[in-house]
């Protein structure tokens, strides 16, 4: 029997390299982009052929439309030399960057950037996905914390995530019918270098967060990844449409 193949937008580095070994461990095939980082994502696709599974690692600008369809030729005759398959059955939209940036002072252009990566192209590469994607597999999407509660700074990305969020629900109703599950994972503050590495290099806010966290703590990458990989696979096969919030519990 084939293991199952899952796709992994942002796995050269910090929650999605997480995210993609996470998936290895527990027995599936990976296929990782990255956007400029390629030796990273080699690196990636090393860990993860010496868990003993096969991985690839594919350029893909998300915020690009428009190159969609040449990276899912580039993407199937990958699979077809890599794992001798022309599907995958998982698809984790995970790549993105972080703008901090209060409401009032957020320009169209940075506004136009989290619309084309968070949204815009989570969207169209789902879309464009589902014809590569077999029936009965699954799609995680990554949200945010900050579309259940506020902290100054971050309007414009939450917002993005706040409709990935709905979008999730709609996906979940829509492709019920090929039994593809849709289910969101929701983290919280993490140490990594998202958003200029703010969260895992400024001791004052590491601490201020960790202050508010039931568990006394700021996320690591190795919170995220287990749950992501939970979700591709049939432990869950009946968590559809949900939103699970990975935060240690913020704000309770």
């Not at 414009?156 to 969020?165: L, Q, R, T």
């Amino acid at each position: 029997m084939k293991n199952k193949i899952v796709l992994v937008t942002g796995g050269s580095r910090g929650l999605g390299k997480n995210m993609a070994l996470s998936l290895a461990k527990k027995g599936l095939d990976v296929v990782l982009t990255y956007n400029s980082k390629k030796t990273e994502a080699e690196e990636v696709v090393n860990e993860i052929e010496k868990l003993g599974q096969k991985a690839v690692a594919l350029q893909l600008n998300v915020a690009d439309v428009s190159s969609f369809d040449s990276f899912f030729q580039n993407a199937s005759a990958a699979l077809k030399s890599t794992f001798g398959t022309d599907k995958i059955d998982y698809l984790v939209n995970n790549a993105g960057v972080g703008i901090h940036e209060s409401f009032a002072k957020t320009t169209e252009e940075q506004f136009d950037n989290m619309v084309n990566i968070h949204f815009k192209g989570a969207f169209f590469l789902t879309q464009k996905a589902l014809d590569v994607m077999n029936d009965g597999g699954g799609i995680v999407n990554i949200s945010s914390g900050l579309v259940r509660f506020s902290f100054p700074g971050y309007a414009a990305y939450a917002s993005m995530k706040g409709a990935i969020e709905t979008l999730s629900k709609y996906q979940a109703k829509e492709l019920g019918e090929r039994k593809i599950r849709v289910n969101i994972v929701a983290p919280g503050a993490i140490e990594t270098d998202f958003g200029g590495g703010a969260v895992r290099d400024n001791k004052d806010l590491n601490q201020q967060i960790a202050s508010m966290t039931a568990l006394g703590r700021v996320g690591l990458p190795d919170d995220i990844g287990s749950v992501v990989a939970f979700l591709c696979t049939d432990d869950s096969k009946w968590v559809n449409g949900q939103r699970i919030e990975v935060a240690g519990g913020i704000f309770l």
